[in-house]
Antibody, heavy 118, light 107 residues
Framework: EVQLVESGGGLVQPGGSLRLSCAASGFTVTSNYMHWVRQAPGKGLEWVSVIYSGGSTYYADSVKGRFTISRHNSKNTLYLQMNSLRAEDTAVYYC????????????WGQGTLVTVSS | DIQMTQSPSSLSASVGDRVTITCRASQSISTFLNWYQQKPGKAPKLLIYTASSLQSGVPSSFSGSGSGTDFTLTISSLQPEDFATYYCQQSYSTPFTFGPGTKVDIK
């Protein structure tokens, strides 16, 4: 059974850093296309980043240069390193997986809340 | 970047109603269009992929159509469990943008 479990969310001050984790089971993160999607309180979904099976990475303009997506093969875990955090980064962060380029996100984690506030 | 719009932003409907939600892309995305359902406090759930393919386990009351820039999600007979927010998403090119959502609530 495919499962994604996020962790690492919490309260952080503006300008601070946080690393989110997404532990995968039932498949290997290196064989799929792994995404981060966020949702600010009361708002819609915002796609954040993807790492392709080959290792290429892409970001939304709103996080480019501040966030870094990566994965750890032996831990079968996806990460999102978030630096220079702003109040507008406050959101529930979901990880998700796709089977191929152009595929939908068919598996989602339960989400982890990041709050950026002083 | 490809911009996605949805209409309406919200609608009120009754159980048994036929509901149609429209999604438009700012440029052609072929059929790289997906639909998700989200309920409060829950992760999104994939309903339709590549514009018209029904995800496994999703009721056949859901259907999708369209290509290029214009797409629709139709619920043929609304059930109590269908009251939720629906999002379209393009998977044609990065950033894989979502539409703003359509909230379906009870009339």
């Amino acid at each position: 059974e495919v499962q994604l479990v996020e962790s690492g969310g919490g309260l952080v001050q503006p300008g601070g850093s946080l690393r989110l984790s997404c532990a995968a089971s039932g498949f290997t993160v290196t064989s799929n296309y792994m995404h981060w999607v966020r949702q600010a309180p009361g708002k819609g979904l915002e796609w954040v980043s993807v790492i392709y099976s080959g290792g290429s990475t892409y970001y939304a303009d709103s996080v480019k240069g501040r966030f870094t997506i990566s994965r750890h093969n032996s831990k079968n875990t996806l990460y999102l390193q978030m630096n220079s955090l702003r109040a507008e980064d406050t959101a529930v962060y979901y990880c998700g997986s796709s089977d191929y380029i152009g595929a939908p996100i068919d598996y989602w984690g339960q989400g982890t809340l990041v709050t950026v506030s002083s | 970047d490809i911009q996605m719009t949805q209409s309406p932003s919200s609608l009120s409907a009754s159980v048994g109603d036929r509901v149609t939600i429209t999604c438009r892309a700012s440029q052609s995305i072929s059929t790289f269009l997906n639909w998700y359902q989200q309920k409060p406090g829950k992760a999104p759930k994939l309903l339709i992929y590549t514009a018209s393919s029904l995800q496994s386990g999703v009721p056949s009351s859901f259907s999708g159509s369209g290509s290029g820039t214009d797409f629709t999600l139709t619920i043929s007979s609304l059930q109590p469990e269908d009251f939720a927010t629906y999002y379209c998403q393009q998977s044609y090119s990065t950033p894989f943008t979502f539409g703003p959502g359509t909230k379906v609530d009870i009339k």
